[in-house]
């Protein structure tokens, strides 16, 4: 059970390379996410697309030894690691929708330790919650998981929560891209229902081909 969240962190996408600066060519992507390679098949549409995998480290030593022009990674996870420098352009959030629950560290406690739950109250962030809860709720919903191409971004404002989806395919030809607001406090039903919303438009027929075999 997630009890607590810290502040989230830089909730985008950092580019290293020449990614942005190549639109018009045919740059080739070293990302191992498929949700990227849905979205930013649109913003660049010649990009040939690599599938780079590793740790941080090791997927810049590739980049920095020529084996792609750019490297798409989490730009929270550059900042934590002392490496924001290398990310020489980020992608908003029209350009590529992070992941559900990117740059936000959760704390995970047994679902009937109310005494550790006291304790994490005192410092638990309440934005970086409500997000989480909008976002959690919607992959739930679309039953989503790392090899499913879904982006979601929840940003809490003054007067409730704003909650932005998209699902892709792979080409980035077949797109669904959705916004829901609501109250804070029922954010993760403002999740679920907006995932009904997007099946209920079609977002199952892009996923579906994407879903593991049962």
């Known amino acids: 059970h997630a009890a607590a969240g810290r502040p989230r962190a830089s909730r985008g996408e950092g580019s290293g390379g020449a990614l942005l600066a190549a639109r018009g060519g045919a740059p080739r992507v070293g990302t191992g996410s498929v949700r990227r390679v849905a979205q930013l098949a649109r913003t660049v549409p010649r990009a040939r697309f690599q599938s780079i995998r590793g740790n ?65 109250d005192r410092i638990d962030d309440c934005a970086a919650g409500v997000a989480l809860a909008a976002e959690r709720a919607l ?34 030809r077949r797109r669904l891209r959705r916004q829901a607001r609501g109250p804070a406090d029922t954010a993760a039903a403002l999740g679920a229902d907006l995932a009904s919303r997007m099946l209920a438009d079609g977002a199952e027929e892009i996923l579906a081909p994407h879903r593991s075999p049962r």
Do not use: M, W, Y
């Open 56 to 120: 941080v480290e090791t997927r810049l030593r590739k980049l920095d030894a020529g084996d792609c022009d750019a490297l798409v990674l989490a730009a929270a996870g550059l900042v934590r690691l002392g490496l924001g420098e290398r990310a020489n352009a980020r992608l908003t959030a029209d350009e590529c929708l992070p992941a559900p629950g990117q740059g936000i560290v959760a704390i995970e406690i047994r679902e009937s330790d109310e005494r550790t739950r006291s304790v994490l």
């Open 139 to 172: 992959v739930r919903a679309l039953g989503g998981d790392c090899r499913v191409p879904i982006g979601a971004l929840a940003v809490q404002e003054a007067d409730g929560v704003a909650l932005d989806a998209v699902v892709a395919s792979l080409d980035g």
